[in-house]
């Protein structure tokens, strides 16, 4: 094939990438099964990211060759989920991924559907190709996908001066109550914080903490609140088969944030909602250059759920007990 002819042909799959939607089916991962068979928000989300994968390779432009070919890595930058009927294990979903953008963004909405008619989950994803300079520097980008490339995900303004005070523990446990910078982030408000390093497992693209990573913190986040207020998700659980439930995530990238940085990590209580919901916000922070970075940000809504048996459950409403725990009092 000819230069002009290759030329014409990546044209071509580039149009269709964001013109043409594309389905393929899913199926959450047994990992993601924690409480009984219920699937929770994390491998729900994940299988929001693989249908945009698909729809990547769907039309020629898979991940891999996005990277090996053309030095550009595929990175999910915004997230934002709703559920609206729970998954279970071995449950197959049709996943239908339309780009929604400019033409000049790559913007997708993404509908799970099990039965064929209902709207399970509904995602609206946004993407970046980042120029990658870790292996080789040199520019590969052809000019059909100039107009995606970046150089950084994003370049956030810092926040403040500040001063990383490494610990001998690489972070494992500092907290709100014991690191200086974490008590003043958390000051006056409804939140908890820790430092984390970066771990490897979490990033992709030899360098950079991923999507999946941040969800992961999110999760975890969860889980060191409740625990932190006497509301552990194995006390509720033991004592009353109560189990937390996602209706609503979201994650946004502000910049970049590297493999083995300490991730500064703030999970603040911005609203209890009667007593049905809560929303959360999660903000991530590294220092950098003496000054503190924030690198993302997101809300979930959490609600909880009892179950009476192996298949069935239903919403139930907080009572004091929980209700003075989410609040801080």
Known sequence: MSATNKEYALDAVVNALITQPTEMTVRPRYEGNNINTWIGFKHVNYLVEEAVLGHFRAHGLPSRTLFEDYGLGLEITDLDTRILNAFHLDETATARVEPVGDGDTLAFR???????????????????????????????????????AVEKIATAEPVRDAELVPGADLGLTATHNTDPLLKELTEGSNAIAWRWRIAYPYCHNNERLQMSGYLRLMEEAKDRLVAHRGISIKALLDERKWIPVVPHSKIRFLDEALMEEELHIVFTVEEVFKDVTYTSRMDCYVIRDGKLVPTATGTIVHGYAVFENRKDWSLVNFDEHVLTALRGE
Request: hydrophobic letters at 40%; charged letters at 35%; zero cysteines.
């Open 110 to 148: 993404v509908v799970l559907t099990k039965d064929g008619q209902n709207k399970d989950v509904t995602a609206k994803v946004k993407v970046a190709l980042r120029r990658e300079q870790y292996v080789d520097p040199a520019y590969a980008v052809p000019a059909e996908l100039k107009r995606f």
